[in-house]
């Protein structure tokens, strides 16, 4: 008798969840290196509220979409090979949904196609490198 699993039973593996803390921790990263960009260092001790406000739709994005594209399934957590193009195809959606975010008056910063294209682009570079390494490290 065959044993029925969730549709995030098959995505999720716990053997992925160092990937996961760093994907989290890389596009924070990413978002500071772009608050620091625009707003100066001192921005972030002068309004860290502003600072961690301006990651949030996209660790919303990335929690929403990462499971359920797979960024996180047991093919994840096996090589490089397979982490990365999950991890760039999870963030492409998660992207939207941030930019999706942005766009509602939770949130201030609005959106932009520059903004949009930078987000997508340096967002897989980010998270294809993290992921790499992860696999050159470990």
Do not use: C
Request: glycine share 10%.
């Amino acid at each position: 008798m065959a044993t029925s699993t969730s549709f995030l039973e098959e995505r999720l593996d716990a053997g992925a969840l160092p990937i996961a803390v760093g994907d989290v921790l890389a596009i924070f990263l990413l978002v500071t290196v772009g608050v620091i960009q625009h707003n100066g260092v001192s921005y972030l001790s002068a309004d860290p509220v502003g600072w961690v406000l301006t990651a949030v739709p996209f660790l919303i994005g990335w929690l929403v979409t990462a499971p359920l594209l797979g960024a996180y399934s047991p093919g994840a957590a096996e090589s490089a090979k397979s982490a990365v193009p999950l991890g760039v195809r999870s963030w492409l959606a998660a992207t939207v949904v941030g930019m999706a975010i942005r766009w509602t008056p939770l949130f201030e910063g609005g959106v932009e196609l520059t903004f949009v294209a930078v987000m997508l682009v340096l967002g897989s570079v980010v998270l294809g490198v993290w992921r790499t390494l992860y696999f050159k490290l470990v």
